[in-house]
């Protein structure tokens, strides 16, 4: 989970990870308005946000 300011964001990470459900149940759980999820598939949605795997390694 990220902290920016008093703005919780929930980040889940893995492969297998195309369902909002999980996301949704942790940021319901701590408090969150939004999640990301990193996985396989990009679609940006209200408070949901999915980004590919290999955007965050090609920037290593």
Known sequence: MLELGNEKI?????????EKCQV???????GA?????VGRKYEIGD???FYPW?????AL
Do not use: D, P
């Open 10 to 18: 929930v980040v889940e990470v893995g492969l297998g990870k195309e």
């Open 24 to 30: 949704k149940m942790t940021m319901e759980r701590v």
């Open 33 to 37: 308005e939004r999640g990301i999820v």
């Open 47 to 49: 408070r949901i946000a």
């Open 54 to 58: 290999q955007l965050f390694v090609s």
